[in-house]
């Protein structure tokens, strides 16, 4: 038995996954747009690229061929993705009437109740309407159902068929953790309901908070109002899920 042949696609692996991990907290470079935004299809088809050529270049002797094949795969498989993502956030954003808002800061501005971004690893939709639940209630408002049933049509479509979708909830610091946490866990249960009786098939999940990941201090009712929010995340495979409270 030829234990270097076993090792090889082992360290391979190894090394892909840490790859994909550098790439989730930052250690692989992103490829920008002129405005400073991350420019996902091509970012991910670069990341593909390289994972592709680790893989190819261990499953032959030739490896330099085998490397070119496997970047060129991995890359278009990339490039897919991220091609996927961008335009699912922008039928997303259409389907609720505003535009793509992948500016970092842009939950920070009490103007934006409403932002849809994307990476180059899910689609993200942030509601936070001041009127979207009633205090310690987690029953969704009207105005704020018929919010969420109108982003529904566009996760209709074939090309959602995949997705894994998770429905998040924030709060403020008002109350106990342990209060609050319950709080946001059924806020966000409650948005998950929703999307689902519009008959949206694919698997949903709810998370809750409390008040551990806040877009700012707690320090005014202006800041906390800011804090108060539900996240919907679409995810194209479970390798793309991320915890949404850290």
Do not use: W
Not at 5 to 17: D, E, G, V, Y
Not at 65 to 70: C, E, P, Q
Not at 174 to 180: C, D, E, P
């Amino acid at each position: 038995m030829n234990n270097k042949r076993i090792l090889k696609p082992i360290l391979a692996s190894t090394l892909a996954i840490g790859l994909m991990a550098g790439c989730t907290g930052g250690g692989m470079p992103t490829i920008k747009n002129a405005d400073g935004t991350t420019n996902n299809t091509q970012t991910a088809a670069v990341i593909g690229g390289l994972l592709g050529a680790v893989v190819g270049g261990t499953t032959a002797n030739r490896g330099g061929k085998r490397v070119a094949i496997g970047g060129a795969i991995g890359a278009a498989v990339g490039a897919a993705i991220g091609y996927n993502l961008d335009q699912q956030a922008a039928e997303v954003a259409q389907t609720l009437n505003t535009n793509v808002n992948n500016n970092p800061n842009a939950e920070q501005n009490s103007n934006n109740n409403l932002i849809v971004s994307n990476t180059d690893k899910f689609v993200k939709i942030m509601f936070r309407d001041p009127m979207m639940f009633q205090t310690n209630s987690s029953t969704p408002t009207p105005s704020a159902s018929a919010e969420i049933r109108q982003m529904i049509p566009a996760l209709q479509k074939p090309s959602y068929a995949n997705m894994i979708i998770q429905t998040v909830g924030h709060t403020d610091n008002r109350g106990s953790f342990q209060h609050n946490q319950a709080l946001s866990e059924a806020r966000a249960s409650s948005v998950g309901n929703t999307v689902s009786s519009g008959g949206v098939q694919n698997p949903i999940y709810s998370k809750g908070c409390s008040f551990s990941k806040p877009v700012v201090q707690n320090t005014s009712a202006a800041n906390m109002a800011l804090n108060r929010r539900v996240e919907i995340y679409l995810y194209p495979n479970q390798g793309a899920v991320i915890d949404p409270c850290i």
